[in-house]
């Protein structure tokens, strides 16, 4: 009987080259179908940057393990199931996770009277001439008629619209691998 990581390797020497050419036409696929849906159901405390970012990096962070990695240590065609759960579960998890702890912190500033505030993380505000006023994020001068909003993100929202990304892209990659 073959050790584990030596069944590992085979697989691996077996499918990654497949996998590696696969990676970027899926890659740029998953990016084209997720951008568009994170742009409108992400909460409106989020820049159209922000939300054009949260397309690209959260697949980057994730595509390669569920492309490259999971296909080798679920290599059975019968375990496509178990594959599909684990990788679709992983996916979302850990995308909301990256989203959170990059977007999601609320931010220490100085009220007028010297005290400690929070600032949401988006925090757009100007402060008022007198104020002392410290904060590690950019205050955006710009008049307020032009600036983004000025609404916190909602977590909740945020971590659904990226779940719905991960299952568009998912059903409409099984059409395509199943048709094309």
């Known amino acids: 009987m073959a050790c584990l990581p030596c069944v590992l390797l085979t697989a691996y020497c077996l499918l990654s080259s497949d996998l590696w050419q696969f990676l970027p036409l899926g890659y740029l696929t998953t990016i084209a179908i997720e951008t568009p849906i994170?742009?409108?159901?992400l909460s409106r405390g989020h820049s159209v940057g922000r939300r054009l970012l949260a397309g690209v990096w959260l697949t980057a962070?994730?595509?390669p393990i569920v492309i490259l990695v999971l296909p080798v240590l679920i290599p059975a065609p019968e375990d496509r199931w178990l594959y599909l759960l684990i990788a679709e579960t992983f996916a979302p998890v850990a995308e909301c996770a990256l989203f959170a702890a990059a977007f999601h912190r609320k931010r220490v500033g100085w009220t007028n009277?010297?005290?400690?505030?929070k600032h949401p993380p988006d925090s757009m505000a100007v402060p008022d001439r007198g104020e002392r006023h410290f904060d590690?994020?950019?205050?955006?001068?710009a008049p307020a008629n032009l600036k983004a909003s000025h609404v916190e993100?909602?977590?909740l929202v945020d971590f659904v619209a990226i779940t719905l990304a991960n299952l568009a892209s998912f059903g409409i990659g099984e059409i395509l691998n199943r048709y094309w």
Request: hydrophobic fraction near 35%; charged fraction near 15%; glycine fraction near 10%.
């Open 153 to 155: 993100p909602n977590r």
């Open 113 to 117: 009277d010297g005290s400690h505030s």
């Open 136 to 141: 590690v994020g950019v205050v955006d001068y």
């Open 61 to 63: 962070c994730t595509y």
């Open 38 to 41: 994170l742009l409108l159901l």
